[in-house]
């Protein structure tokens, strides 16, 4: 039907109305094949997010459909409203094989839409661990951040996936490099009480004691929520019991701020100095009196 359609100069496109559009969408490979054999425009946008035909393709995982449109010669790194290419719509939805086709037709791997995210940081954001490892292997930019200075480990960590941690981490992704705010990778993770992914980030060398831009530590900011468990493994790993913050705040002061009987009791007992007072001369015993936290009062 279609075909007799075509070769009595049925409209292809006319007004909001484009066939090949919408036979995209519903994956026919075989009217969009023909269609394409009439000339159908692979270049034409739908109205609200201005993406091409290979930008639905690709993100509905249309595998046979794409390839077809990638045979038409269609833009394969055009991007959307959004400044997403097929790739990274690809990715984000975790359409392995349609990655595939596209990292194999050459399409750029890391073009950031308006959020400055690549097609990598798109799928760790996503979860898609296939995905991340196949862009990973073609050579993906490992620790290109998005606006907010996040690189696809810190995003990694913050949805506390210890799979694409490894494989990022295998990947020889630094462990180190901060966000804007000055957060790296291991205080994500430690202010997260994501033990696993934090344990694994101290094994591959990560600073236990990098700061962020207001010099809380991983072991602060632990201390501080009273996560005992990650207090005690950044202890292990040599992390700076008395490194204070810049308003002079230690690890043993934000634990008395936060009224953790346990957490005061592991730093005391690892040498944390009770007397160290911040910029104020507040010491420990001082804020915990001043939180009516008695017990922690009593400890330090």
């Given at each position: 039907?279609?075909?007799?359609?075509?070769?009595?100069?049925?409209?292809?496109?006319?007004?909001?109305?484009?066939?090949?559009q919408?036979?995209?969408?519903?994956?026919?490979?075989?009217?969009?094949?023909?269609?394409l054999?009439?000339?159908?425009?692979?270049?034409?946008?739908?109205?609200?997010?201005?993406?091409t035909?290979?930008?639905?393709?690709?993100?509905?995982?249309?595998l046979?459909v794409?390839?077809?449109?990638?045979?038409?010669k269609?833009?394969?790194?055009?991007?959307?409203?959004?400044?997403?290419?097929?790739?990274?719509?690809a990715?984000?939805?975790?359409?392995?094989?349609?990655?595939?086709l596209?990292?194999?037709a050459?399409?750029a791997?890391d073009?950031t839409?308006v959020?400055?995210?690549?097609?990598?940081f798109?799928?760790?954001?996503?979860?898609?661990?296939d995905?991340?490892?196949?862009?990973?292997?073609?050579?993906?930019d490992?620790?290109?951040?998005?606006?907010?200075?996040?690189?696809?480990?810190?995003?990694?960590?913050?949805?506390?996936?210890?799979d694409?941690?490894?494989?990022?981490?295998?990947a020889?992704?630094?462990?180190?490099v901060?966000?804007?705010?000055?957060?790296?990778?291991?205080?994500?993770?430690?202010m997260?009480?994501?033990?696993?992914?934090?344990?694994?980030l101290l094994?591959?060398?990560?600073d236990?004691?990098?700061g962020?831009n207001?010099?809380?530590?991983?072991?602060?900011?632990?201390?501080?929520?009273?996560?005992?468990?990650?207090?005690?493994?950044?202890?292990?790993?040599?992390?700076?019991?008395?490194?204070a913050?810049?308003?002079k705040?230690?690890?043993?002061?934000a634990?008395?701020?936060g009224?953790?009987?346990?957490?005061?009791?592991?730093?005391?007992?690892?040498?944390?100095?009770?007397g160290?007072?911040?910029?104020?001369?507040?010491?420990?015993?001082?804020?915990?009196?001043?939180?009516?936290?008695r017990?922690?009062?009593?400890?330090?």
């Amino acid at each position: 039907m279609v075909r007799v359609l075509l070769e009595n100069q049925a409209y292809v496109r006319s007004g909001s109305f484009d066939a090949l559009q919408l036979a995209v969408e519903n994956g026919f490979a075989d009217i969009v094949e023909l269609l394409l054999a009439f000339q159908a425009d692979t270049e034409s946008t739908e109205t609200a997010f201005r993406r091409t035909c290979l930008h639905i393709a690709a993100a509905r995982g249309f595998l046979d459909v794409a390839r077809l449109l990638l045979q038409a010669k269609a833009d394969k790194d055009r991007t959307d409203k959004n400044g997403n290419s097929a790739l990274a719509l690809a990715a984000g939805e975790g359409q392995a094989e349609v990655v595939s086709l596209l990292l194999k037709a050459a399409a750029a791997k890391d073009n950031t839409n308006v959020e400055g995210q690549t097609p990598l940081f798109r799928a760790c954001m996503q979860g898609q661990d296939d995905v991340a490892g196949m862009l990973l292997h073609a050579g993906a930019d490992r620790d290109k951040s998005d606006l907010a200075g996040d690189t696809p480990l810190i995003i990694a960590c913050k949805w506390n996936n210890m799979d694409i941690v490894r494989l990022l981490l295998a990947a020889r992704a630094s462990a180190d490099v901060p966000n804007r705010a000055g957060q790296t990778p291991l205080i994500v993770a430690s202010m997260r009480d994501h033990r696993c992914i934090s344990h694994l980030l101290l094994l591959s060398n990560a600073d236990a004691d990098n700061g962020d831009n207001d010099g809380l530590t991983p072991l602060i900011l632990a201390a501080e929520a009273g996560h005992v468990q990650i207090a005690q493994m950044l202890l292990q790993f040599k992390a700076d019991i008395n490194k204070a913050n810049h308003a002079k705040q230690s690890p043993l002061f934000a634990a008395s701020a936060g009224g953790c009987l346990e957490m005061c009791r592991l730093l005391l007992d690892s040498g944390a100095d009770p007397g160290k007072p911040d910029l104020k001369g507040t010491t420990p015993l001082a804020v915990a009196s001043e939180q009516d936290h008695r017990r922690v009062a009593r400890c330090s």
